[in-house]
T-cell receptor, first 110, second 111 residues
Framework: EDQVTQSPEALRLQEGESSSLNCSYT??????LFWYRQDPGKGPEFLFT???AGEEKEKERLKATLTKKESFLHITAPKPEDSATYLC???????????FGSGTKLNVKP | DTAVSQTPKYLVTQMGNDKSIKCEQN?????MYWYKQDSKKFLKIMFS???????INETVPNRFSPKSPDKAHLNLHINSLELGDSAVYFC??????????FGDGTRLSIL
């Protein structure tokens, strides 16, 4: 069965304390893996797309990487404004739909 | 200019009522989606339309009926609302295989 699992469920960091969020997947025929950020009361906002193992994407303090079984979202020297829920989703070749993980809620304390 | 807009933002209603949520996108995308997000933040696909044609219809009670009058609009009508329907409903749009753009959600509360 196709599945997407994110860990940890919640993460509390001090400002400047780097860490990583994990998104593991067991799917057949991965077309792409997507990372989103969701702020309270808002819809998910697109961050990155990764299409093949070994690919990396960077944006400010965030860096996303992809292997054949998982993706990591690395946060370097986070700031309080990075606090949000981070969601990953996979898109399969066979189906035109996205499977979402349940997210990691990140809280960065000043 | 809001890319994906949903109305209403909040919907509070009694059990048994019928309600509709509207969604519009101005991005020129050909695919639109409805998702339900539960209290644990899990986003679950409900329906997807491509150029007004229904392409994804997940296991959703038939009290939920989507309608796409044109490729820029996707509405969701819910009959006989139940307590378990309380959630946040998100509309999204995309080009095939590309990232989705989401609206800010409709918070549905059933009394």
């Amino acid at each position: 069965e196709d599945q997407v699992t994110q860990s940890p469920e919640a993460l509390r960091l001090q400002e400047g304390e780097s860490s990583s969020l994990n998104c593991s997947y067991t799917v057949s025929g991965l077309r792409g893996l997507f990372w989103y950020r969701q702020d309270p009361g808002k819809g998910p906002e697109f961050l990155f797309t990764l299409y093949s193992a070994g690919e990396e994407k960077e944006k400010e303090r965030l860096k996303a990487t992809l292997t054949k079984k998982e993706s990591f979202l690395h946060i370097t020297a986070p700031k309080p404004e990075d606090s949000a829920t981070y969601l990953c989703a996979v898109l399969l070749y066979n189906f035109n739909k996205f499977y979402f993980g349940s997210g990691t809620k990140l809280n960065v304390k000043p | 200019d809001t890319a994906v807009s949903q109305t209403p933002k909040y919907l509070v209603t009694q059990m048994g009522n019928d309600k509709s949520i509207k969604c519009e996108q101005n991005l020129g995308h050909d695919t639109m989606y409805w998702y339900k997000q539960d209290s644990k933040k899990f986003l679950k696909i409900m329906f997807s339309y491509n150029n007004k044609e229904l392409i994804i219809n997940e296991t959703v009670p038939n009290r939920f009926s989507p309608k796409s009058p044109d490729k820029a609009h996707l509405n969701l009508h819910i009959n006989s609302l139940e307590l378990g329907d309380s959630a946040v409903y998100f509309c999204a749009s995309s080009r095939a295989g590309q990232p989705q753009h989401f609206g800010d959600g409709t918070r549905l509360s059933i009394l």
